[in-house]
């Protein structure tokens, strides 16, 4: 990759940040318990050193959020650079290599964080330092904020700091992970997370007569339970095309990455890849089924709990009427497994200057660079920061292969050098574009 931007020492920046990195990785920040205080304070003292301001906000003992802000002119709304400084557990007799010692081996770096997301949050800090040093004449706020407990869920992380102190979260844009750039169909395929699905579990509570195990029933909850399942499982969805997963299928099949030319085309691509269908339907799956007592013993009640993740935008409510028309059952009620009725998840704008200032990075990087909105299926911090109306996308400027890529929550998690390098650089572009 260029240097698309010259001003800048890359090699000091380079080897500045690997130090860094590998002394970050060597912070084990297991969640749980997190114990996340400690990387925010290496994270902070670093910022600091650098004369910026620091504040560390305490969740609980032993778990805070660093956050920091480099003063723009204040003619634009601030942009933030945001990280988690969590890590999953590892299943340490998987690994070859020890998690929390930052081996340096064949111009990779291995570690539990790497990839997910302490790679990232170094490339963040290092964007941060640099526009410092370099006195990058700023329009808008540069907000550096890492945040404890999002491999678990967020509560005492994002999503505190969402309730309790939403006065760090007043930005215009944010990046946060969620996808990245990846080789893909011979082209660098980079996809730009705008919008994530969002959980709607429900439970289906089937009741019936009960009675002796020796009879000739013919109202058994279980059954009827059972017939619902099947049901569901058999229920054929539409795609469902929203403005950014559209862009995305069609800058795929324009690159001929994915096949199209017409509509139909299109729909049989999407259909056959079970990776991209999540992305144009709401899931269902079976995941809990909960009946009977004893052997002899029919079961009045018989429960199953279906795991739903909804497009953004999509009703709760209308969800819920549609499993139960599909269950056409009337002994059988469909519920919301937690709130009874929960906040849909707006939509994201995704044509943005954003949106543009990574278009423009990865283009001035790589010549074949092919640029798409996308949607994560799984969730990520962004839900709070999108909840409050900031453009927030899920994206790593930087080309994850394959087997770094695995690395996710996997075992043997390593980032290459040269990817590292790599993303060190974009991030700071995406930064010169969007805040000068
Ligand atoms: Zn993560």
Redesign the pocket.
């Known amino acids: 990759m260029p240097h698309v931007t010259p001003e800048v020492d890359w090699a000091a920046v380079h080897a500045e940040a690997l130090g860094v990195l590998r002394e970050y990785l060597r912070i084990d920040t297991t969640n749980p318990p997190g114990d996340e205080a400690k990387a925010a304070r290496f994270l902070g003292g670093l910022i600091e050193a650098e004369g910026i301001p620091v504040e560390y906000v305490e969740i609980d003992p032993g778990r805070e959020a660093v956050y920091a802000r480099l003063a723009g002119d204040g003619s634009k709304r601030p942009f933030m650079l945001s990280n988690?400084l969590d890590v999953v557990p590892v299943e340490a007799a998987y690994w070859t290599k020890p998690p929390f010692e930052a081996v340096l081996e064949n111009g990779r770096v291995y570690g539990r964080g790497a990839i997910?997301?302490k790679g990232f949050g170094v490339m963040q800090l290092m964007t941060l330092l640099t526009a410092k040093r370099l006195g990058l004449p700023l329009k808008r706020d540069l907000v550096f904020l890492g945040t404890p407990d999002?491999?678990a869920g967020s509560a005492r992380g994002m999503g505190w700091l969402a309730e309790h102190r939403p006065d760090l979260l007043d930005v215009e844009y944010a990046l946060n992970?969620g996808d990245s750039g990846r080789i893909s169909g011979g082209r660098t395929v980079f996809s730009v997370a705008a919008n994530e699905k969002f959980g709607c579990p429900l439970r289906l509570v089937s009741t019936g007569a009960g009675g002796h195990g020796s009879f000739i029933h013919t109202d058994n909850s279980m059954v009827r339970l059972a017939r619902a399942l099947v049901r569901l499982d058999e229920w054929e969805r539409p795609l469902i095309f929203a403005p950014d997963t559209r862009a995305y299928v069609e800058r795929l099949a324009e690159a001929r990455v994915l096949e199209g030319g017409s509509e139909e085309a299109l729909a049989a691509s999407i259909r056959a890849r079970r990776g991209l269908t999540p992305m144009f339907i709401n899931t269902l799956n079976v995941t809990m089924v909960n009946a009977g007592v004893k052997r002899n013993v029919l079961p009045s009640r018989s429960e199953a709990i279906l795991d739903c993740r909804l497009l953004p935008g999509q009703q709760p409510e209308d969800w819920r009427r549609q499993v139960e028309a599909v269950v056409d059952d009337p002994g059988i009620a469909v519920e919301f497994v937690n709130d009874p009725q929960p906040l849909a998840m707006p939509r994201t704008e995704w044509d943005t200057e954003l949106f543009r200032a990574i278009e423009g990075s990865v283009r001035a990087a790589f010549e074949d660079a092919v640029v798409a909105p996308t949607m994560t299926i799984g969730a990520?911090d962004n839900r709070f920061l999108r909840a409050r109306g900031v453009v927030s996308y899920g994206f790593t400027p930087a080309v994850f292969s394959r087997e770094e890529n695995n690395g996710f929550h996997g075992n043997d998690e390593f980032i290459s050098v040269d990817t590292f390098n790599a993303g060190c650089e974009l991030t700071f572009e995406v930064v010169r574009r969007l805040c000068t």
Do not use: A, L, S
């Open positions: 988690h997910d997301m999002e491999e992970e990520t």
